[in-house]
């Protein structure tokens, strides 16, 4: 299984607002709504930030917003801070009950 | 409060064979799933099996298959990963996650293996 697509590094300015996209095929992102995006700071562990397309944890700033349409899922960065900037994973649950992650997103802010 | 403990960093030879943990606290351990995530030196995650810690029903990546074995020890709320004869490639840096429902909602703080001769 390859790994979902996602871009490699998107950058923003503060309060601006950014998109990660996250491609998979239907036997993934487009086949299930089980897709989560993770925020990895450098020498840290990743932090769940979005669960089943759409939903945020507890603790989680509503800045981050998910979304999915057909095999693309989306995650959106509002209102962008400095403290953003990380390593972005989207993952999905797959047909053959494994989890896929995408190559993952470098987020700089300017 | 959700806790995932692993277990710290380790130093082998190529061939050597090695374990390392994962503990959970604050949950009712035998009621979920837990995963094994592998992350190469400045690359990205890679989803490695998943045990569940309730009967030990195990699923594997067919990238990790035959590679890594995961276990569970429920009497002391742990998972385990383990090797039986460890390669350079396999230095990186390990999580353990738990599983709820299809969502890896917490996670430990992973743990760094470095093999090298």
């Known amino acids: 299984q390859s790994a979902l697509t996602q871009p490699a590094s998107v950058s923003g300015s503060p309060g601006q607002s950014i998109t990660i996209s996250c491609t998979g095929t239907?036997?993934?992102?487009?086949?299930?709504?089980?897709v989560s995006w993770y925020q990895q700071h450098p020498g840290e562990g990743p932090r769940l930030m979005i669960y089943e397309v759409s939903n945020r944890p507890s603790g989680v700033s509503n800045r981050f917003s998910g979304s999915k349409s057909g095999n693309t899922a989306s995650l959106t960065i509002s209102g962008l801070q400095a403290e953003d900037e990380a390593d972005y994973y989207c993952?999905?649950?797959?047909?053959?009950?494994?989890?896929?992650f995408g190559g993952g997103t470098k987020l700089t802010v300017l | 409060e959700v806790q995932l403990v692993q277990s710290g960093a380790e130093v082998k030879k190529p061939g050597e064979s090695l374990k390392i943990s994962c503990k959970g606290s604050?949950?009712?351990?035998?009621?979920?799933?837990i995963g094994w995530v592998r992350q190469l030196p400045g690359k990205g995650l890679e989803w490695m099996g998943i045990i569940y810690s309730g009967d030990s029903d195990t699923r594997y990546s067919p990238s990790f298959q035959g590679q890594v074995t995961i276990s569970v020890d429920k009497s002391i709320n742990t998972a385990h990963l383990q090797w039986s004869s460890l390669k350079a490639s396999d230095t990186a840096m390990y999580y353990c996650a738990r599983r709820a429902g299809y969502t890896y909602d917490y996670w430990g703080q992973g743990t760094l293996v470095t093999v090298s001769s």
């Open positions: 604050g949950y009712s351990f035998t009621s979920y799933w």
């Open positions: 993952s999905s649950h797959t047909s053959s009950s494994t989890l896929l």
């Open positions: 239907s036997s993934d992102v487009g086949g299930y709504n089980y």
